[in-house]
């Protein structure tokens, strides 16, 4: 059964950071690409990263180019997300799903996750 929980989210001042973390699990999850959505309220889902199966290469929106960085540990089955200089249009539930990241930023159908808040707020 294909599982992933997300976990890291919080409350942070605008400029601040936070860490996601996407932890697999009931699949190959070296052969497989993850990528992270957000969705705040009242807006649909966006594609925010991906990273393909191996350590690289990554794929980013543009709204977080330069301030948010993804990789993985294949070793712990689990994605990262660091997020810095956090504004307050960063705000959401981040969620993360097994992709093909040349899809990105195309968000998926399917089963999600509980997803993880992120509220950037002063």
């Known amino acids: 059964q294909v599982r992933l929980v997300e976990s890291g989210g919080g409350v942070v001042q605008p400029g601040g950071s936070l860490r996601l973390s996407c932890a697999a699990s009931?699949?190959?999850?070296?052969?497989?690409?993850i990528g992270w959505f957000r969705q705040a309220p009242g807006k649909e889902r966006e594609g925010v990263s991906c990273?393909?199966?191996?350590?690289?290469?990554?794929w980013y929106a543009d709204s977080v180019k330069g301030r948010f960085t993804i990789s993985r540990d294949n070793a712990k089955n689990t994605v990262y997300l660091q997020m810095n200089s956090l504004k307050p249009e960063d705000a959401g539930v981040y969620y993360c799903?097994?992709?093909?990241?040349?899809?990105?930023?195309?968000?998926?159908?399917?089963?999600w996750g509980q997803g993880t808040q992120v509220t950037v707020s002063s």
């Open positions: 799903a097994p992709y093909f990241c040349s899809e990105f930023p195309t968000v998926p159908s399917g089963n």
């Open positions: 009931g699949f190959t999850f070296g052969r497989y690409g």
């Open positions: 990273i393909n199966d191996s350590t690289g290469p990554t």
